[in-house]
């Protein structure tokens, strides 16, 4: 099994920042694909932007140039810098990972409120 935790959410004015962080535990060989998640009440969950083991990168439209993840092999944990905040931007994010390009794994959600 995998187990994934996730950190970094709250509240936050607009244009401010927030990093949320998500460490995976457990069986992680054959994890591949690192990414974070986002539904708003009322909307389906999006890809807000993922990271390969080798580094690849990929963003939604809304929020590149804003948001960057990265990724600590070391510490098997990825992260979601959110910068220049938006009132859209209010979600609960969810972590996922998936192995083997198959089967995915996902965290219980944080919620980040943008809100002045």
């Known amino acids: 099994q995998v187990q994934l935790v996730e950190s970094g959410g709250g509240l936050v004015q607009p244009g401010g920042s927030l990093r949320l962080s998500c460490a ?6 054959g994890i591949k694909t690192w990414g974070w998640y986002r539904q708003a009440l009322g909307k389906q969950r999006e890809l807000v932007a993922s990271i390969t083991n080798d580094g690849n990168t990929n963003y939604a439209g ?3 140039g ?23 931007d209010t979600a609960v994010y969810y972590c996922k990972v998936t192995r083997f390009n198959t089967y995915d794994y ?9 809100s002045s």
Do not use: P
Not at 24 to 29: C, K, Q, R
């Open 24 to 29: 995976v535990s457990g069986n992680i060989f």
């Open 66 to 88: 804003r948001f960057t993840i990265s990724r600590d092999s070391a510490k098997n944990t990825v992260y979601l810098q959110m910068n220049n905040l938006r009132v859209r």
């Open 62 to 64: 809304s929020v590149k």
């Open 106 to 114: 996902w965290g219980q959600g944080i919620q980040v409120t943008v």
